[in-house]
């Protein structure tokens, strides 16, 4: 399994095509989605699509998650009921507000796993309000859970009463914050959808622009966006050398037995490792 987040690939998880198909893509990762491309007449079908999409995980390469409905709207017990199973690698939480509303979610989740003798599922709260924005750091320091977060620009400038442009003008304080906030919390950001999928260039320029904010990948919608975003978002010096330094130090600190280390003042554990080691193999290829 990658851990790397170059890449998020929502895949409409009513749709039983999409979701076969998503075998073939090579994204970092495929999310399944439950959220905004599914009507609220095809939740219940959708949960079952992706509950036995899931069943066949080990024909996926990529992570495999799965975005929930928002805490809002009242279904994401019903959601996690379904889709908590062996397979799940992650859930994106969309329209995250607060870290009242993961504890929620949390409490779920740990229920599940132990009732279901699970792993630890892996969350990305998506930033997709005024709210939210303000509450960014905490949301990303929430826990050893958070591995992400995901910058939704549509939704935000909705909130703030802007009209979408594709130069982002309504949401420049936003898309910048965020990925400072997800850094100074020991994670990384994924930037914002582009929508337009004729505007090649654009969307080149708009990887560009995130890259130089500090984002370490984009969430996508189309499969020609995936090989794109990989070349823009391929990995700096700076997250070559970290890569350098976990993987040192992680791997004297397993022969010494303990594990869990530091490097540069921060816990480093077996999540950032694997993202480590995926960066260093991705840079042999």
């Known amino acids: 399994m990658t851990q790397l987040f170059r890449s998020l690939i929502f895949v409409p998880g009513n749709n039983p095509r999409f979701l076969e198909k998503a075998k073939t893509l090579q994204a970092d990762i495929v999310c399944f989605d439950l959220e905004d491309s599914v009507p609220d007449n095809e939740k219940k079908t959708a949960r079952k699509f992706i509950k036995s999409a899931l069943k066949s995980r080990k024909s996926f390469e990529s992570s495999i998650f799965v975005r929930t409905n928002a805490p809002v709207s009242g279904k994401i017990p019903d959601d996690l009921k379904e889709i908590v199973q062996n397979g799940i690698d992650g859930i994106v939480v969309p329209k995250v507000n607060n870290v009242k509303e993961l504890k929620k979610i949390e409490k779920i989740l740990s229920q599940l796993e132990k009732k279901r003798k699970l792993k630890s599922t892996q969350i990305i709260p998506s930033i997709e309000s005024a709210e939210g924005v303000v509450n960014t750091y905490n949301i990303a320091s929430f826990g050893e859970r958070v591995s992400a977060v995901v910058f939704g620009v549509f939704d935000l400038l909705n909130d703030l009463g802007i009209e979408y442009s594709k130069e982002l003008e309504g949401s420049k304080y936003s898309r910048g914050k965020i990925p400072v906030d997800a850094k100074a919390a020991g994670i990384v950001a994924i930037d914002a959808i582009w929508q337009d999928l004729k505007d090649q260039q654009g969307f080149e320029k708009d990887c560009k622009a995130g890259k130089n904010l500090g984002y370490s990948g984009k969430s996508i919608i189309h499969p020609d966006q995936i090989a794109i975003v990989h070349k823009l978002f391929y990995p700096n010096k700076n997250e070559i050398l970290w890569a350098e330094k976990v993987c040192e130090s992680y791997l004297k600190s397993v022969k010494k037995g303990t594990g869990a280390t530091t490097v ?18 991705l840079i042999k290829q």
Do not use: T
């Open 264 to 281: 540069d003042g921060k816990m480093i554990d077996e999540v950032h490792f694997k993202q480590a080691k995926a960066i260093l193999e």
